[in-house]
């Protein structure tokens, strides 16, 4: 195969390329497994929100625990005192006076210690159901796949095939051509190539003057169109 005809070759397959992603791209389960990937980042912000607040939750309720246990001390502490009978009655009142102030410290920090437990379960449940949902989410995604796969076997064959042929056919072709077609192909979106039927350019569709068309047949085979400035194949060479 001339390197004229490879690099139109070559066009045709990334077309056919083309249209065989946007087709695979359009499949309901691609639809289905993007939903799920945003699902799945939007819950791992959520999850890492709700692990660092139940954590928040824990420490406060061991600093309460250690607040109380401190509380009981004391009050075990000042009891002691009491029951000494050695202090003068003003002493005794200032003993009950911190008891009664100790009691109140205590009722608090019970108080709050219900609420942070009620908090922590909250947490603790919804930690719970965050994963739960992950896991089923990975169970959707895992389905959707083999679902996916499954239904573009086919398709997913004649990328492959095409794949190696486009490997081989861009192997064949000196090394500039190639660099050319790429540079063609971000430029025009794909058709970066023509060839002329009769003195016409197959895209661009610009009929050729004589003097130019005649030309083309005597210059190289692959050149560029001298109106849209695609790559031009020139397969008709001396006619």
Known sequence: MSDASSLLRLQEVDLQLMRLRKTLSAMPQQEKLRAISMAKKKLASQLMQIVGQRKDAETEIADNEADHAKIVGLTAEVRAQVNERVQGYRQIQDLETQLTALAKRQEKLEYVRLEMEERYERLQKAERNARELGTRLIEEEKAQIDSYEKSTADLQAQVRVL?????????????????????????????????????????????????????????????????????????????
């Open 163 to 239: 794949e190696q042929e486009r490997t081989a056919l861009r192997n064949s072709l000196p090394a500039n051509v190639v660099e050319d077609y790429d540079v063609a192909v971000k430029r025009f979106g794909g058709l970066a190539v023509e060839s002329l039927s009769s003195n016409v350019p197959t895209t661009c569709r610009v009929k050729l003057q004589p003097a130019i068309f005649q030309k083309l047949q005597k210059g190289p085979r692959i050149t560029e169109c001298p109106y849209c400035h695609r790559m031009l194949v020139v397969l008709e060479v001396g006619a």
